[in-house]
């Protein structure tokens, strides 16, 4: 099945940006003179990967190259991609299933689960970060996300609404981390329009998003620690765990509990 001009060019701005991180000194190769790029060469990525450079170029493109899943795993391997992040190649490749994802209605009885919860904050969101369902506690920890313009979404909280910076400690991490799970969700359903209506909306209002986007981080959800700022002022510790609702893999269930006082920085994934 041939892979839509879209996803090509998805794909081709994944390679670029993992090959430009990419270090000659972190896969081996000796320093050499003066370099427009702190990178690799494409050149010396197709070496590494066994592979010739005018064919590599061609992918980086957008062309509409073939690709194996040899070629994949020796791109993946040269480029020193973790787990999320070959998944995320192998699906820009068309290597699974890929097209729009239409969302999936809540059932009564998911949308429930945070209320029984309660007192400690919960709530579900979707493959966009729309919150589907939430309980007193959550929007009692995440001021005004129930009621942004546009409907609650977890990404436009954080990245549009000044109260997120003071109440998420480490603000920076965690965005920069949302943004790459997103980034993830996006390359699942590379025909889905939700996704870059949302990244239009967000770059258009934040200056991170536009500069972090193309970094084209990825991260896989997870559950951690954070430091977050209780209603009453205080900096405090909270675990957080993540469930992937059964029939509705994109929905997630996040649940947070305060373990004390500030105790140190934030660790894990996000949401």
């Given at each position: 099945?041939?892979?839509?001009?879209?996803?090509?060019?998805?794909?081709g701005?994944?390679?670029?940006?993992?090959?430009?991180?990419?270090?000659?000194?972190?896969?081996?190769?000796p320093?050499?003179g003066?370099?427009?790029?702190?990178?690799?060469?494409?050149?010396?990525?197709?070496?590494?990967a066994?592979?010739?450079?005018?064919?590599?170029?061609?992918?980086?493109?957008?062309?509409?190259?073939?690709t194996?899943?040899?070629?994949?795993?020796?791109?993946?391997?040269a480029?020193?991609?973790?787990?999320?992040?070959?998944?995320?190649?192998?699906?820009l490749?068309g290597?699974?299933?890929?097209?729009?994802?239409?969302?999936?209605p809540?059932?009564?009885?998911?949308?429930?689960?945070?209320?029984?919860l309660?007192?400690?904050?919960?709530f579900?969101?979707?493959?966009?970060y729309?919150?589907?369902?939430?309980?007193?506690?959550?929007?009692?920890?995440?001021?005004?996300?129930?009621?942004?313009?546009?409907?609650?979404?977890?990404?436009?909280?954080?990245?549009?609404e000044?109260?997120?910076?003071?109440?998420?400690?480490?603000?920076?991490?965690?965005?920069?981390?949302?943004?790459?799970?997103?980034?993830?969700?996006?390359?699942?359903?590379?025909?889905?329009?939700?996704?870059?209506?949302?990244?239009?909306?967000?770059?258009?209002?934040?200056?991170q998003?536009?500069?972090?986007?193309?970094?084209?981080d990825?991260?896989?959800?997870?559950?951690?620690?954070?430091?977050?700022?209780?209603?009453?002022?205080?900096?405090?510790?909270?675990?957080?765990?993540?469930?992937?609702?059964?029939?509705?893999?994109?929905?997630?269930l996040?649940?947070?509990?305060g373990?004390?006082?500030?105790?140190?920085?934030?660790?894990?994934?996000?949401q």
């Open positions: 099945m041939q892979t839509p001009p879209a996803q090509r060019r998805e794909l701005a994944f390679l670029r940006a993992r090959r430009e991180r990419t270090t000659p000194a972190q896969v081996g190769l320093p050499t003066r370099r427009r790029t702190p990178g690799l060469r494409r050149e010396e990525l197709a070496v590494l066994g592979i010739s450079a005018t064919w590599y170029t061609y992918l980086e493109q957008g062309r509409d190259i073939r194996s899943d040899q070629v994949l795993d020796a791109l993946a391997s480029l020193l991609l973790d787990g999320p992040e070959r998944a995320h190649l192998f699906r490749a290597h699974a299933p890929a097209g729009p994802a239409q969302p999936e809540l059932s009564a009885e998911a949308a429930a689960v945070p209320l029984l309660q007192p400690n904050p919960a579900i969101i979707g493959g966009t729309d919150v589907l369902s939430h309980n007193r506690a959550a929007e009692e920890l995440f001021p005004r996300l129930a009621s942004m313009d546009g409907g609650p979404n977890f990404a436009r909280w954080v990245f549009l000044p109260a997120a910076r003071q109440v998420v400690v480490d603000w920076e991490e965690e965005a920069r981390g949302l943004l790459a799970r997103l980034r993830t969700l996006a390359g699942r359903h590379p025909g889905d329009l939700r996704y870059a209506r949302l990244i239009e909306e967000l770059g258009a209002a934040s200056a998003v536009r500069a972090w986007w193309p970094q084209y990825v991260q896989a959800r997870r559950g951690g620690r954070k430091r977050l700022r209780r209603p009453d002022g205080a900096v405090a510790e909270f675990a957080y765990t993540a469930f992937h609702l059964a029939g509705a893999p994109d929905q997630t996040v649940v947070y509990s373990t004390g006082p500030e105790a140190g920085r934030s660790r894990g994934g996000g």
